[in-house]
């Protein structure tokens, strides 16, 4: 299976997933799958409708919030959230690399009260670096 970075026990993240990982996915404990990216940016990826369908079929919910190089926007950021925050388990997240899903899950965290430093600690345990996001972590946090 694709290798997942677990960001905490709510959410993961993986580079593209295929849809015969589903069932494996479902049978690991994950409740919703998130895919944050725009249906042919790679020749040969899975189109978001067969992730879907083989999500739908293996009991997960799935939701598309495609994330392109324009960046990051806040209806991006509150779907994330809304994701996380309805999930009836850990939700696993993929784009190409597993960075952006990691960075829109800060942003979206951050946003719903998580202190920058926490995010960027559990982005860092996983492998990603945080650093050139944080203006943005620390214009999305709530004051104290």
Not at 14 to 23: C, F, K, L, V
Not at 45 to 65: K, M, R, V, W
Not at 97 to 115: D, E, F, I, M, Q
Request: net charge negative; hydrophobic share 50%.
């Amino acid at each position: 299976m694709t290798m997942l970075r677990t960001i905490d026990p709510t959410i993961a993240v993986a580079p593209q997933i295929s849809p015969d990982a589903m069932g494996e996915l479902a049978a690991s404990g994950f409740a919703a799958i998130v895919n944050n990216r725009p249906d042919g940016e790679d020749m040969g990826q899975p189109s978001g409708a067969e992730i879907a369908a083989a999500a739908e079929a293996a009991g997960l919910t799935y939701t598309a919030i495609p994330v392109t190089h324009a960046g990051f926007s806040h209806p991006q950021i509150d779907a994330m959230a809304a994701v996380l925050a309805e999930a009836k388990g850990p939700v696993l997240a993929y784009c190409r690399s597993g960075t952006r899903s990691c960075n829109l899950w800060a942003l979206a965290a951050v946003k719903a009260g998580v202190h920058p430093d926490t995010a960027m600690a559990k982005a860092a345990a996983a492998g990603y670096d945080l650093t050139g996001l944080r203006p943005l972590l620390d214009a999305l946090s709530t004051p104290a």
